[in-house]
């Protein structure tokens, strides 16, 4: 994995005009990352109450008008329930509606979809192949799900699209065969795959113990050309 090194003057700018400065710090480094990418298409999969949906627009339209950036946002809204929220370590989403006039408010061309991602995902994929710039990855915390929801978006990947994924735990053997991206990410081949993990670590106490989590990007590698 490699050091995130940002471009420094879109970072100034996402500082300057976003107001993201409560923790989870982490997530700075993805709002980054969008400014300096400036993506038509952003895809979320796991849009909990759509804060992170509109500070991804908001840092998408620092560098383009809002109004040419689509956006489409997964999550189980108000299929969610007690059991699943304990098997995927995860938490009850707002209503789907609230979500949408909140995130409809940045001027973005706004899609939602209610239900399971593994179902949903595809059939988005399917109709918009080759188009997202950047996916953020934050939806159910099972290993499983993440790595349907990972195998999922790649049709829609182009050469040039960034996936971010949220959930990588560090120190905490104990959960990683079950929960969190570590096993993908680990296993990822990296003849296919560039990966780096951001450098920002947010730290949480919670009641089976301390939580160090970070975010990893993903790309595909490019062959070099082969010398004439």
Not at 63 to 78: H, N, Q, V
Not at 108 to 118: I, K
Request: contains cysteine; aromatic residues 8%.
């Amino acid at each position: 994995m490699i050091e995130y090194i940002p471009n420094r003057r879109l970072r100034h700018m996402v500082r300057r005009h976003l107001k993201y400065a409560r923790v989870p710090q982490r997530y700075r480094q993805l709002l980054d990352l969008v400014a300096e990418m400036a993506p038509r298409h952003i895809v979320e999969i796991g849009v909990y109450t759509g804060r992170r949906s509109v500070e991804m627009i908001e840092a998408a339209a620092l560098t383009r008008p809002a109004s040419e950036i689509s956006y489409d946002g997964f999550d189980l809204f108000d299929l969610m329930e007690e059991t699943i929220l304990a098997e995927e370590l995860s938490k009850q989403p707002d209503d789907i509606e609230v979500v949408r006039q909140k995130i409809e408010r940045t001027g973005a061309s706004v899609r939602l979809h209610r239900g399971w991602s593994n179902d949903t995902l595809p059939v988005v994929a399917k109709a918009h192949p080759c188009s997202a710039d950047i996916a953020f990855i934050d939806g159910g915390h099972a290993l499983e799900t993440i790595r349907q929801d990972w195998e999922n978006i790649q049709p829609m990947l182009t050469n040039k699209s960034a996936v971010v994924f949220d959930d990588y735990y560090i120190d905490r053997p104990d959960l990683t065969d079950r929960f969190g991206c570590n096993m993908l990410i680990d296993n990822l081949d990296d003849t296919l795959w560039n990966v780096r993990r951001l450098p920002i670590i947010d730290r949480f106490m919670k009641p089976d113990g301390l939580f160090n989590v970070a975010l990893v990007e993903v790309r595909r590698r490019i062959p070099s050309a082969n010398p004439a």
